[in-house]
C-alpha cells in the first residue's frame, strides 16, 4: 500500500464530500442546519482520538520499517540472489491482492475497531515467529509463509484505515490528515530504516523483525483508546447491502466504473504498480551488490527515501490546493519516473538517496492525493468496498511486475531495468493526459 500510504484545503476537485457521488445517495454534511460542526471539523489537534490513532500508527509504522529492511535482508544473507528477493515480494504482493478481494465486504460488516486491534494482534504473532525460529537457524521457506499471511492480514487493515479515517476527520482536513499521518509515519521511516540497519548490522535482520512484532502490540494497545464516531465503530450494514462477498466486490467495481477520474486512476496505477512494487529490492540489491556498502549505508539511503515521503505528504494539500488534482497527480507521477530511471545508473550512494528520496515524495504526493479524492466522492457505506475493489485492481498484476523487475535486473543489471521502468512510468503520466484527471489549473472540479 506504498502508493497510496497506498494518505485541500479549499475547493475539492473532483466533487464535494457531501455531493451525490455515482452509485450512492447524497450525504449531509451535519446532522441538521442549526448543529455545531462535528468534533472531526476542529483543528487535527484539538482531536483526541485522532491524536492517539496517529500516535498508534506511527509507533506501528516505526516497527514495520524494520521489516521492510530485514525481510529482503534475511533472503539476500541465506541465497544472495536478488531474484529471491522479489519472488519473496511477489508472494506478499500476491496475498495482498487475494486478501483485497474479499477485504471491503469485510470491513463494511464488522466492527472496523476491533477488525483493526486483531489485525495487529495477529501479525505481532507471527512476525514474532521469526526471531525465534532464526535462534535455531535460518528458515528461509518460513518467510515465504509468514509474509504472505501477514500482507494479507495488513489488506485488511489497511482498507480499515482508510475507512475509519473519514470517522475521524472529514472535509476541508481529510487530505491534511492524511498527509500528517503519512508525514509521521515517514518520520518514524526515518529511524527506522536507520535503526534496522544498525541492528542487522550487530545482530543479524531477524532480530530487527522482532522489533516489527512488539510494535504491532503497541500499535493494539493504543487502538483500544480510540473512539471512533458512527459507522466506524459498528458493523451494521444496509438489510440490502448483505448480498454476499463477490456481489460486494462487483459493488464497488461498479461504482469505480461509474466514476470517471476514479476509473481512469485504477488503469493507471494497475500499470504504475507493475512497474515500481519491486524497487525497495531493487535498492536494496543495487548497493549491497553493485556499490558493494552493508547493511548499515542500505538503512542510510531507505531512511532519506523516507525523508522524501515527510516532505511529499507535507506539501500535497498545499500543492493541491493551488493546481488541482489532475496536474498534481500526473505531475508526481512524472517526477517519480524520472527519479526512478536515474536510480539504477547512480555510481554513489549519496546520489541513490536523493533519487530515492525524489521518488519517494513523489509518491506520496500522487498516493495521498488520490486516497483522499476516493475519500472524498464515496459514500460510507461503500467506502470498504470502494477501496476495496480499487486496490485489487491496481496491485492485481504489481506481484508480477516484481518478479520481472527483479529478475532480469539480477541478468542485465539494475542501470538499464531502472532505465526502462522510469520511462514507462513517465509514460504513464503522459497517459493521464488524454483521460479526466486533466483539469483546471487551480481548485475546481476535474472535468471528465
Known sequence: MAHERDRDGGKHDSAAPHEPAPGGPPE???????????????????????????????????????????LPLLVLQATGSLARMGLLTAAGGAASVVAALFAGAVVDRVDRRRLLIGCDLVRMVLYGV?????????QVWLLYTIL????AVGMLFAV???????SLVRGARLTEANGRLNATAAAAGVLGPLGAGLVAAWTGPAAAVGVDAASFGVSAACMVLVRFQGRAGGGADRPDERAGLWRDLRTGVSFLYGHPVLRALTVLLFVFSFLTLGLNDLVIYHVKHDLRHDDGTVGSVLAV???????????????????????????????????????????EVPVVAALSAAFMACVAVAG????????????????????????????????????????????????????AAGTACVLVAVAALFTPLRGPARGGPVHG
Do not use: K, N
Open 28 to 70: 449531509p454534511a451535519y446532522g441538521g442546519p442549526h448543529d455545531p460542526p462535528p468534533a472531526a471539523e476542529r483543528p487535527l489537534w484539538r482531536q483526541r482520538d485522532f491524536g492517539i490513532f496517529w500516535a498508534a500508527q506511527t509507533l506501528s509504522v516505526l516497527g514495520d520499517s524494520f521489516a521492510l529492511i530485514a
Open 130 to 138: 521469526i526471531p525465534v525460529v532464526w535462534l535455531f537457524g535460518p
Open 148 to 151: 504472505p499471511l501477514c500482507e
Open 160 to 166: 480499515g484505515y482508510v475507512t475509519v479515517v473519514r
Open 305 to 347: 527515501g523516507a525523508l522524501g515521503t515527510i516532505t511529499g505528504s507535507l506539501l500535497v494539500a498545499r500543492v493541491r490546493g493551488r493546481f488541482g488534482f489532475g496536474p498534481t497527480w500526473t505531475g508526481a507521477v512524472a517526477l517519480s519516473g524520472l527519479a526512478f530511471a536515474g536510480l539504477g545508473r547512480a555510481a
Open 368 to 419: 495521498t492525493c488520490s486516497m483522499s479524492l476516493r475519500q472524498e466522492v464515496t459514500p460510507e457505506h461503500l467506502l470498504g468496498r470502494v477501496t476495496s475493489a480499487f486496490w485489487t485492481l491496481q496491485y492485481a498484476a504489481a506481484p508480477v511486475g516484481a518478479v520481472v523487475l527483479t529478475g532480469a535486473a539480477q541478468r542485465w543489471g539494475t542501470a538499464p531495468v531502472g532505465l
